[in-house]
């Protein structure tokens, strides 16, 4: 059984349970950002990196 399945009240996860999905989430995201953000995947990618403010 699903680790947030045992977290669900009438089959509606509790707000712990949604918690700890968006947390899984925001890792993720974090993880992807800093994997795009390596030196090796960004002198690969076509496109200089955006540079937030620089205008």
Do not use: C, S, V, W
């Amino acid at each position: 059984m699903a680790p947030t399945r045992t977290l669900q009240t009438n089959d509606r996860p509790t707000r712990l349970a949604r918690a700890l999905q968006e947390l899984g989430r925001l890792i993720k995201t974090l993880y992807l950002l800093r994997f795009i953000d390596d030196e090796g995947i960004g002198a690969a990618h076509p496109h200089p990196p955006h540079q937030l403010g620089a205008d």
